[in-house]
C-alpha cells in the first residue's frame, strides 16, 4: 500500500497493464467445469491458547476455486444487508468464526478440544 504512492504511475502504465496481462496468460490453466465440480476442499484449523490448550476443526467444502466465488458471494450478501465496519477487517472478525458454515457445501467434519 505504501509503495502504491510512489509506484502508482508505473502501476496505472499501460506497459505495465499489457506486461501484467502477458503474464497471466502464461500461467497454467485452472481447473475445468467438471474438475471443480468433482473437486473437495480440505481445511484443519488449530488454536492454542497461553496454556498450551488446543483445538482441532476440520472443514469440507466445495472445490477451492468454488469455494472462494461463495465465500465472495456470502460476504457480499451481509455487507449488502448493511453488516459492514469501516477499516480493514477480516472476515471472521466482522461476521463470526462460523462464517465459513455459511458457504454452500461447506461441513464442519470435527471440531475436538485437544
Do not use: C
Request: aromatic share 8%; net charge neutral; hydrophobic share 40%.
Amino acid at each position: 500500500m505504501e509503495s502504491s504512492q510512489y509506484l502508482g504511475w508505473l502501476f496505472s502504465s499501460s506497459l505495465f497493464q499489457s506486461t501484467l496481462a502477458n503474464l497471466i496468460k502464461k500461467l497454467p490453466p485452472g481447473p475445468s467445469e467438471a474438475e471443480r465440480a468433482r473437486g473437495k476442499v480440505g481445511v484443519v484449523g488449530i488454536a492454542e491458547d497461553k496454556s498450551g490448550r488446543q483445538v482441532t476443526a476440520t472443514l469440507i467444502g466445495p472445490e477451492a476455486y468454488n469455494f472462494t466465488a461463495l465465500s465472495a458471494v456470502v460476504v457480499l450478501q451481509h455487507i449488502i444487508q448493511g453488516e459492514v465496519k469501516p477499516g480493514f477487517q477480516t472476515p471472521a472478525h466482522v461476521y463470526g468464526a462460523d462464517l465459513v458454515l455459511e458457504i454452500p457445501g461447506v461441513k464442519r467434519f470435527s471440531s475436538t478440544p485437544d
